[in-house]
């Protein structure tokens, strides 16, 4: 599925397009996006915006928010899973945020994995997502081909092997990259995810077909 990396008008205006599934969030992006929001600032704003799912970030160093989290989607009309938590996937501390968060009913994405062992502690857990950051992969000396490809070997012997979700994406090559090795999602920014649903006619065969159309 595609989903937009952003929470700018922009980005909501884009998400009305049924051919992306969702918004993605972290706290650099409403820092970016909306300045001075808050985790509960971005779920109140996109549990309004249409899609199939959105993803906010959650913090690992305090639990305050998941009290907050649990009361809005308890006044809420709409199923928990429209939102997806984000945890910056440090397994040791991240893991303890699990089951709290499975009881809510949110669905759970590791994120920021590198790691081999990350996404096995993430698969462990039963997490329904494990987020990769692809340039940034290769901005720390990882070759991202070669370990998102282990860690979608890996996920091929469990039955309960998460999603993997690709972030990071700088350019269209790298996304359509992406999805050859077997990734399940991306998370484009903006202008690379306006220019990836533009329709492509060599032949023109929109026109053609277009102009031959008869009722």
Same mark, same amino acid.
């Given at each position: 599925?595609?989903?937009?990396? *952003?929470? #700018?008008?922009?980005? /909501?205006?884009? $998400?009305? &397009?049924?051919?992306? @599934? ?84 949110? *669905?759970? #994405?590791?994120?920021? /994995?590198?790691? $081999?062992? &990350?996404?096995?502690? @993430? ?93």
């Amino acid at each position: 599925m595609l989903y937009i990396d *952003g929470i #700018c008008e922009k980005s /909501v205006e884009l $998400v009305n &397009q049924p051919v992306f @599934a969702g918004i993605t969030t972290n706290p650099t992006i409403l820092k970016r996006d909306r300045p001075g929001w808050g985790l509960m600032d971005a779920m109140k704003f996109l549990s309004k915006v249409p899609g199939e799912r959105h993803f906010v970030q959650g913090s690992i160093s305090s639990t305050n928010w998941i009290q907050k989290v649990k009361e809005f989607i308890k006044k809420s009309d709409f199923d928990p899973e429209f939102f997806t938590v984000k945890l910056p996937w440090d397994p040791e501390k991240a893991s303890s945020f699990v089951p709290e968060l499975d009881e809510i009913g949110v *669905g759970v #994405c590791a994120t920021a /994995v590198y790691t $081999v062992e &990350q996404y096995y502690a @993430a698969l462990s857990m039963e997490v329904e997502y494990v987020a990769v950051y692809f340039d940034r992969m290769k901005k720390a000396g990882i070759d991202p081909e070669e370990r998102i490809t282990e860690m979608l070997e890996i996920g091929d012997w469990h039955s309960n092997a998460p999603r993997i979700i690709a972030a990071s994406i700088k350019d269209i090559d790298s996304a359509n990259k992406l999805l050859s090795l077997g990734v399940h999602d991306l998370t484009l920014p903006i202008e690379i995810a306006k220019e990836y649903i533009k329709g492509s006619f060599p032949a023109d065969d929109l026109d053609r077909f277009e102009g031959d159309f008869k009722l």
